[in-house]
């Protein structure tokens, strides 16, 4: 589809795996796990609408971010959303699932500021005063999000330099619009999808607090949940064997080869 940057790794005839970042980053942040992603699954990334080297749009909602990106994945897949990435993936579960083998978010929330009877996320002030300093300094702005993304975290130096290197490579053209997405909510959505879930938090993380893992199991008890003990906000850079095996594990039981279909 004209204007979304999307690029396929790996064999087709691997059970499909598309990824969705987060807010303020692009694709690149996967490009370390990719060598061992593809040894298991044909692998989609994706720059979401706005931010990396995809085009944005005046309109800027969850449901048309979760049209465009839908319309560049032809099969069925599992959709592996991280952050903001995790809420388009649930928009994208609840509007097309035909599309959708199964679902993983990783360091994400139905609902990541709070509300009432919501509880498990974050402070509602802290949001407001994050959106005015992005409309003062949006360059500050990023860096210290990459900085409260790794705090608490192990691997904390590595990383960082890491989310540096992706963003000084990014030219986010909706940073605005884009971070208002995420005080939607989710929470009925997420609940409803027919679906495999899994669940993926980090310990440690200061951007989605560990009481989340109860607050999401609440809404759909069947849904798997998987925390991992010292990961901040990128479990998937500090704990990547761990995050490969938890993957493995999650889709081995509802996804398989295209020669085994049949």
Same mark, same amino acid.
């Given at each position: 589809m004209k204007g979304i940057y999307h690029e396929s790794f790996g064999s087709p005839e691997k059970p499909a795996l598309v990824l969705l970042h987060g807010w303020g980053m692009n694709s690149a942040i996967w490009t370390s796990l990719l060598p061992a992603l593809t040894q298991s699954f044909y692998v989609t990334v994706i720059d979401l609408p706005g931010l990396g080297r995809s085009q944005g749009s005046d309109d800027v909602t969850l449901e048309s971010m979760a049209s465009q990106v839908a319309a560049v994945v032809e099969q069925p897949a599992c959709w592996l959303g991280w952050s903001l990435g995790g809420m388009l993936a649930?928009?994208? %579960? +609840? &509007?097309?699932?035909?599309?959708?083998?199964? #679902?993983?978010?990783? /360091?994400?929330?139905?609902?990541?500021?709070?509300? !009432?009877?919501?509880?498990?996320?974050?402070?509602?002030?802290?949001?407001?005063?994050?959106? %005015? +300093? &992005?409309?003062?300094?949006?360059?500050?702005? #990023?860096?210290?999000? /990459?900085?409260?993304?790794?705090?608490?975290?192990? !691997?904390?130096?590595?990383?960082?330099?890491?989310?540096?290197?992706?963003?000084?490579?990014?030219?986010?053209?909706?940073?605005?619009?884009?971070?208002? #997405?995420?005080?939607?909510?989710?929470?009925?959505?997420?609940?409803?999808?027919?679906?495999?879930?899994?669940?993926?938090?980090?310990?440690?993380?200061?951007?989605?607090?560990?009481?989340t893992l109860s607050a999401v199991s609440a809404l759909n008890p069947e849904h798997q949940v998987e925390c991992f003990k010292g990961a901040g906000h990128l479990p998937f850079l500090s704990s990547p064997d761990a995050f490969l095996q938890t993957l493995q594990a999650f889709t081995q039981t509802f996804m398989q080869t295209k020669s085994n279909n049949g």
């Open positions: 649930i928009k994208v %579960a +609840a &509007l097309f699932p035909e599309k959708v083998a199964g #679902l993983v978010s990783v /360091a994400s929330n139905p609902c990541f500021i709070q509300k !009432e009877g919501w509880s498990s996320a974050m402070d509602a002030a802290v949001y407001q005063q994050f959106k %005015a +300093a &992005l409309e003062v300094s949006p360059d500050k702005t #990023l860096t210290r999000f /990459a900085m409260l993304q790794v705090q608490g975290g192990e !691997e904390a130096k590595a990383i960082l330099k890491q989310i540096k290197t992706v963003l000084a490579a990014s030219k986010p053209s909706q940073l605005m619009a884009t971070l208002l #997405l995420l005080d939607s909510d989710l929470r009925a959505e997420l609940s409803q999808l027919n679906c495999p879930v899994l669940h993926i938090y980090g310990e440690a993380d200061g951007l989605v607090p560990v009481s």
